[in-house]
Every structure is written in structure tokens, then in C-alpha cells.
């Protein structure tokens, strides 16, 4: 018997209680904690209803929601966005895509039967009860590893450069993001005449992260490679949104371009790359590199919840699991805790909480990235301290560092 409700989410215990809540009020639900075969289940079941999470593996929710909603076969379906990613940029592009309603994680258990039912009804559907229905490769050899940041504030306002950092292994070069820091990195290259096959992997298109690329001397060179990953917004291709990206400068270069979702892929022999997606606004990805024995991650756009999370609110604990052990985190950092609370739910984190969250996750250490352009060199300088400060209080076995240009870190 096919299900009136059909719930896609990867968090159990979220997607569990959303299924309880649905099953005691009469409906015929199914959990679906796999969004890449959802499409599949929802054109063969034709639920009256579809429960979206956003921060999902594969498919994230607006890019199915953008999917159902495109299809004359699933259109009809009404679809409800569930979600601790409610930032308001979220919230419009889910009602531009078609959906009914955005519920904020966590939600009120009293409520949500309530809303849900409402839109049940609207749908002529009466309750009907009905049964619901990788590990990683051993590390390689360790061999010497070199981070450099190029740029790493929040604009590139009084000569400030935005987000890039580079991660050259014995054998290859891999860049994230492309921010006006990328033209130094650029430079150095062109001196040295290395690196001819680059790996570039772009969290997002937002201006600080890909203002560099019509500029990297690297995309003038018929002789380079440039390998460049990133996601697609459900509306626009990664193809048309690097391509606006360049601008008017068409690159020399060979350009291999590959779409990613959240999953772990082996880009290259030996070298995985484990991609998820970041709490910020937008389609934001962030990265695990695993290579030659090192763990590398790197978040610059992610706002943690830290102690002030509630028990549905699992973004922390996810990218928990994900980033534990690592070798090396690069991780937002922006405001101070004061700042911070003037900006919350704007994607972005306090270095304090990427403190703690580094620390308890046992990463070994930590460069805080992505600092607000208005803060002076001194300011910067006492947040560093700060950090190094609150790592040592609380035990961590955490080395912490202050992003700044030309910092370069062995992994």
C-alpha cells in the first residue's frame, strides 16, 4: 500500500520522530533516509504529501524539492521543507521552488501533527493507518605536507585577500576556493613552474570564494590543467555558474569540471575526498581531503551551533563524525563571541565555538578562517591569543592558529 506521507531525511533520530508523530496521527507514512533514490519511490508512490530535509547526503532537499517540483508527473505533490537550516535566504528559495511550508528545526511536537494535518486536507486525504515502512582506506605511507593560506578574510576591501588555501603533497596541488587570494597563489606558481594539473574545489559561488578565477595566471596557461569541483544550485548548473565566474575572460587552460554532492569520492589514486554539506546560506559544500596518510579538512563557511544547539538541532554531531581526527582543520572562524550574537543564523561561527568543536573532536590543529574584514591586525591578534587561551583551559590537545596571509602550516 503506497504512503500518504513520504519523509526524506538522513538524521534518524529527527526522521523518527517526524515518523511517529505522523503514524499516531492516522497516516500512512514511509522514512526515506536515502534522498538520491527518492524521486524514484515518490513518482511510484505519489504520496499526497513529501517532507523534505535540506542538509542531506546526495541530493540535498531544495534540489529535489526543485526536481519534484519540475516534474508534470510529481508537481502536483505538495512538499513540505523540515529544517534546521532556516536561515531566510533558505526560506525563499524553498517558497521560489514550490513548497507549501518551511518548518524550523526543532519544531513543536504539538504543532506539527496540527500543520501537517491542515495541509492534508487541503489535499482531500484523511488519515489511513498502514505499516511504515564507506569505510575508509588504511592510511598510506605519511609523507611531508605543506598548507599555505592565500586569503582568508570576509573581503577584499584595504588589500585584504579572500578565501584560498592550497594543499601540495609530494605529487599534486589541490586549491580550495578561488577568492582573490588565488592570484598570489597564481603568481607563485607562474615563478615556479610547477604544478601544471591543478585540483581547484569551490565551496560555493558567493564573491569571496570565486572572485580570483578571471584572474588566476594559472586559467591564462594553455599548458595547465585545472580540475574544478564544485555543486550546482538547483536552479543553476555549476557549468553556467563558473562561466560567470570567469566573467569575460575565457581560460587558455584545459577546464575539467565536475559536479559533486555530498558523498566520498576517489579523485585520484589514493587521494578520497569526502564532501558535505555546510550550514551557510546557499548551496554550500565544505570538504575532507585524505591523502598520503593526512586527514584535511576545510569549512570556512559553516556556522556551528556549539552549547547554545538543542536536541534536534544535529548539524555539530554530524560534521563530527565527519571531521574527527583529522590531521588539520581549516574552519570559520568570523566573529568574536560578542560579535557573534549580533549575527547568528547568518552562517557563520564564533573562533570560540570552532575552538570547542575542534577540540572535542579531537582534531590536532586547527587555522581559523574566514575573519570579519573589519577587524584590525591587533584585534585579530588578541582573538588568536583568546583561542589559544580556551584550548589550554579546557584541556584540548589542539594547536590553534590564526588564518593570515602567507601562513603555512605542515600537516
Given at each position: 500500500m503506497a504512503a500518504q506521507i513520504i519523509i526524506v531525511d538522513d538524521d534518524p533520530l529527527v526522521g523518527g520522530l517526524t515518523l511517529d508523530l505522523l503514524t499516531d496521527a492516522g497516516y500512512s507514512v514511509r522514512l526515506l533516509s536515502v534522498s538520491l533514490t527518492a524521486m524514484d519511490i515518490i513518482k511510484a508512490e505519489k504520496p499526497a504529501l513529501v517532507i523534505l530535509d535540506i542538509l542531506m547526503p546526495g541530493l540535498d532537499g531544495l534540489t529535489l524539492l526543485h526536481k519534484l517540483k519540475s516534474d508534470p508527473e510529481t508537481e502536483p505533490i505538495r512538499v513540505v521543507v523540515v529544517s534546521g537550516k532556516s536561515f531566510e535566504a533558505e526560506k525563499q528559495r524553498a517558497a521560489q521552488y514550490g513548497a507549501e511550508d518551511f518548518i524550523e528545526k526543532p519544531y513543536?511536537?504539538?504543532?506539527?501533527?496540527?500543520?501537517?494535518?491542515?495541509?492534508?486536507?487541503?489535499?482531500?486525504?484523511?488519515?489511513?493507518?498502514?505499516?511504515?515502512?564507506?569505510?575508509?582506506?588504511?592510511?598510506?605511507?605519511?609523507?611531508?605536507?605543506?598548507?599555505?593560506?592565500?586569503?582568508?578574510?570576509?573581503?577584499?576591501?584595504?588589500?585584504?585577500?579572500?578565501?584560498?588555501?592550497?594543499?601540495?603533497?609530494?605529487?599534486?596541488?589541490?586549491?580550495?576556493?578561488?577568492?582573490?587570494?588565488?592570484?598570489?597563489?597564481?603568481?607563485?606558481?607562474?615563478?615556479?613552474?610547477?604544478?601544471?594539473?591543478?585540483?581547484?574545489?569551490?565551496?560555493?559561488?558567493?564573491?569571496?570564494?570565486v572572485e580570483g578565477l578571471a584572474s588566476f595566471p594559472c586559467a591564462r596557461d594553455k599548458d595547465c590543467t585545472l580540475h574544478v569541483s564544485g555543486a550546482s544550485d538547483p536552479d543553476k548548473p555549476l557549468e553556467q555558474a563558473l562561466k560567470a565566474a570567469f566573467g569575460h575572460s575565457t581560460p587558455a587552460a584545459k577546464v575539467e569540471l565536475y559536479e559533486l554532492m555530498e558523498q566520498t569520492?576517489?579523485?585520484?589514486?589514493?587521494?578520497?575526498?569526502?564532501?558535505?554539506?555546510?550550514?551557510?546560506?546557499?548551496?554550500?559544500?565544505?570538504?575532507?581531503?585524505?591523502?598520503?596518510?593526512?586527514?584535511?579538512?576545510?569549512?570556512?563557511?559553516?556556522?556551528?551551533?556549539?552549547?547554545h544547539a538543542t536536541a534536534l538541532q544535529d548539524y555539530d554531531e554530524k560534521i563530527g563524525e565527519i571531521c574527527r581526527g583529522a590531521d588539520l582543520m581549516f574552519h570559520d572562524g568570523r566573529y568574536t563571541a560578542e560579535d557573534y550574537k549580533k549575527h547568528r543564523n547568518s552562517?557563520?561561527?564564533?573562533?570560540?565555538?570552532?575552538?570547542?568543536?575542534?577540540?572535542?573532536?579531537?582534531?590536532?590543529?586547527?587555522?581559523?578562517?574566514?575573519?570579519?574584514?573589519?577587524?584590525?591586525?591587533?584585534?585579530?591578534?588578541?582573538?588568536?591569543?583568546?583561542?589559544r587561551a580556551r584550548a589550554n583551559e579546557r584541556g584540548y590537545a589542539l594547536k590553534v592558529a590564526l588564518g593570515r596571509e602567507g601562513l603555512e602550516v605542515a600537516a
Open positions: 513543536d511536537v504539538d504543532q506539527f501533527p496540527r500543520r501537517i494535518g491542515e495541509l492534508m486536507k487541503k489535499q482531500g486525504a484523511e488519515p489511513r493507518k498502514a505499516p511504515s515502512a564507506a569505510e575508509a582506506p588504511a592510511p598510506a605511507a605519511r609523507a611531508g605536507i605543506k598548507a599555505v593560506v592565500w586569503g582568508c578574510r570576509s573581503s577584499s576591501s584595504a588589500g585584504k585577500r579572500t578565501s584560498c588555501v592550497s594543499i601540495e603533497t609530494p605529487s599534486h596541488l589541490f586549491v580550495f576556493d578561488a577568492g582573490s587570494g588565488i592570484s598570489s597563489l597564481g603568481d607563485e606558481l607562474a615563478k615556479s613552474g610547477k604544478h601544471k594539473d591543478i585540483w581547484l574545489f569551490l565551496t560555493h559561488f558567493h564573491d569571496d570564494h569520492y576517489e579523485i585520484l589514486p589514493g587521494v578520497r575526498l569526502a564532501v558535505f554539506y555546510a550550514n551557510h546560506p546557499g548551496t554550500t559544500l565544505a570538504y575532507v581531503l585524505q591523502t598520503d596518510g593526512r586527514k584535511i579538512v576545510y569549512c570556512p563557511d559553516s556556522e556551528l551551533y556549539g552549547e552562517g557563520h561561527s564564533s573562533f570560540l565555538a570552532a575552538v570547542d568543536f575542534a577540540g572535542k573532536n579531537l582534531v590536532k590543529a586547527l587555522v581559523l578562517v574566514h575573519q570579519d574584514a573589519v577587524y584590525s591586525d591587533g584585534e585579530l591578534s588578541a582573538m588568536e591569543k583568546e583561542a
